[in-house]
């Protein structure tokens, strides 16, 4: 049992404690090649922040508690269509962050970190909205996969259940990866060449570029290199968890 963890902790062990700030994994429900569960980024986001918060207990006397990972984002065309694929509106997304927002702040806990794991989900407009109608309440975001370069840990740059990915899952759930199933995830680039220089963006359409739903090849995965890039954005995030929940902001 974690005493930091609503998955396992019981109310008598909360009700007498002054908590510093809680945590909000946030993933997606969404293929990942064919070697890899749906609930993937959620998992991941869950996992990283339970890591980060026992370091960050280990090191100071914070007091956090992680709520329970969201596996509701945002998906593109061509991904949506594929069968179990959720895709969430902005609106439903706000909807539900607002709710979480407006219970932790009538109950005096006036901090929430999200720890993100889907990079088609993006907060900030709500994040944004949410500090005009509760200004006491701070909200911060972390995309845990973009905080450490990929370089030096990872042979092929991970897009989508490539490597870096697949490896994290080797770590922390072996059981639920078949990486002999996987396909290559070769992925085709846009025909503009400006979209692929990020001159301007435009949503990917999941169909016609990739073929097992995939982005980057995960078969050089392993669990040993998803320990050692793990480590080191757990480094970061429970040194976060300590100043965005013991500090002032300003």
Same mark, same amino acid.
């Given at each position: 049992?974690?005493?930091?963890?609503?998955?396992?902790?019981?109310?008598?062990?909360?009700?007498?404690?002054?908590?510093?700030?809680?945590?909000?994994?946030?993933?997606?429900?969404?293929?990942?090649?064919?070697? !890899?569960?749906?609930?993937?980024? $959620?998992?991941? /986001?869950? +996992?990283?922040? &339970?890591?980060? *918060?026992?370091?960050?207990?280990?090191?100071?006397?914070?007091?956090?508690?992680?709520?329970?990972?969201?596996?509701?984002?945002?998906?593109?065309?061509?991904?949506?269509?594929?069968?179990?694929?959720?895709?969430?509106?902005?609106?439903?997304?706000?909807?539900?962050?607002?709710?979480?927002?407006?219970?932790?702040?009538?109950?005096?806990?006036?901090?929430? !970190?999200?720890?993100?794991?889907? $990079?088609?989900? /993006?907060? +900030?407009?709500? &994040?944004?909205? *949410?500090?005009?109608?509760?200004?006491?309440?701070?909200?911060?975001?972390?995309?845990?996969?973009?905080?450490?370069?990929?370089?030096?840990?990872?042979?092929?740059?991970?897009?989508?259940?490539?490597?870096?990915?697949?490896?994290?899952?080797?770590?922390?759930?072996?059981?639920?990866?078949?990486?002999?199933?996987?396909?290559?995830?070769?992925?085709?680039?846009?025909?503009?060449?400006?979209?692929?220089?990020?001159?301007?963006?435009?949503?990917?359409?999941?169909?016609?570029?990739?073929?097992?739903?995939?982005?980057?090849?995960?078969?050089?995965?392993?669990?040993?290199?998803?320990?050692?890039?793990?480590?080191?954005?757990?480094?970061?995030?429970?040194?976060?968890?300590?100043?965005?929940?013991?500090?002032?902001?300003?």
């Amino acid at each position: 049992m974690n005493e930091f963890d609503l998955a396992s902790i019981s109310y008598g062990k909360v009700k007498s404690r002054k908590f510093d700030l809680a945590i909000l994994p946030w993933g997606a429900t969404e293929p990942h090649n064919y070697h !890899l569960p749906y609930l993937t980024d $959620g998992l991941l /986001s869950y +996992k990283i922040s &339970i890591d980060a *918060l026992t370091l960050a207990m280990q090191k100071t006397d914070i007091q956090g508690m992680i709520l329970p990972f969201i596996s509701l984002g945002s998906q593109n065309q061509g991904q949506r269509e594929l069968p179990f694929c959720i895709h969430t509106r902005y609106e439903t997304q706000k909807a539900i962050l607002t709710d979480i927002v407006s219970s932790l702040n009538r109950q005096g806990i006036l901090r929430l !970190l999200i720890v993100n794991g889907h $990079g088609g989900n /993006s907060f +900030k407009n709500m &994040i944004r909205d *949410l500090s005009v109608d509760y200004p006491d309440f701070m909200i911060a975001i972390t995309d845990w996969f973009s905080i450490i370069p990929q370089s030096g840990f990872f042979e092929e740059k991970d897009d989508h259940a490539g490597e870096m990915e697949t490896s994290l899952m080797m770590y922390y759930y072996p059981e639920l990866v078949s990486l002999n199933e996987a396909g290559d995830g070769f992925s085709k680039p846009f025909a503009i060449q400006s979209l692929n220089e990020k001159v301007a963006w435009i949503p990917r359409n999941w169909e016609k570029m990739s073929k097992d739903s995939g982005i980057g090849n995960p078969k050089k995965a392993s669990a040993k290199k998803g320990e050692r890039y793990a480590k080191s954005v757990i480094e970061k995030v429970a040194q976060l968890f300590i100043e965005f929940g013991t500090m002032d902001i300003y």
